[in-house]
C-alpha cells in the first residue's frame, strides 16, 4: 500500500524552495550595490558650478580663486579637487578673539566714537 502525500505539503515545501533562493538573490544584489556605492559615492573633480555651490560663494569669486587654488583646465573648462578645495577653506580657520568674548569689551567694541562737532564762529573743534 503506498503512502498518498499530501498536497499542501508538497506545495508548502515548493513555496520555501522559492522564498529561499529569492532571499538569496537578494543578499546577492545588497552586496553588488553596497559595494558599487562606495566606488561612485562623489566626484573628486567638481567643475567650477559644482565647487561654487561646495564653497557656498558664487561662480565668479571661485574662478578668480583660482590664483590661490589649484585648478585643471582639460580643454576649456575649470575643475577643482574636493580636497584643494578643503584645505583652501581650512587654510582661512580663524580663531575667536579673547578681548573679543567679554562683556566689557564687547561694549567698548560696539561703541560709537565721540561725535566731532565744528563751530561757525572760529572753525575750532570742539568734542
Known sequence: MAAISNPFEEILEQFRNIL??????????????STASNVTEEPEYLSLAEAARFLKLKESYVYHLKSTIPFYKPKTKVYFKKSDLIAYMESHKRE???KLNTSSSTHEFFARPPRIRFTRSANKIKK
Not at 529561499?20 to 550595490?33: F, N, P, S
Open 20 to 33: 529561499r533562493e529569492e532571499r538569496d538573490i537578494l543578499r546577492e544584489e545588497v552586496v553588488r550595490a
Open 96 to 98: 575667536p578673539n579673547s
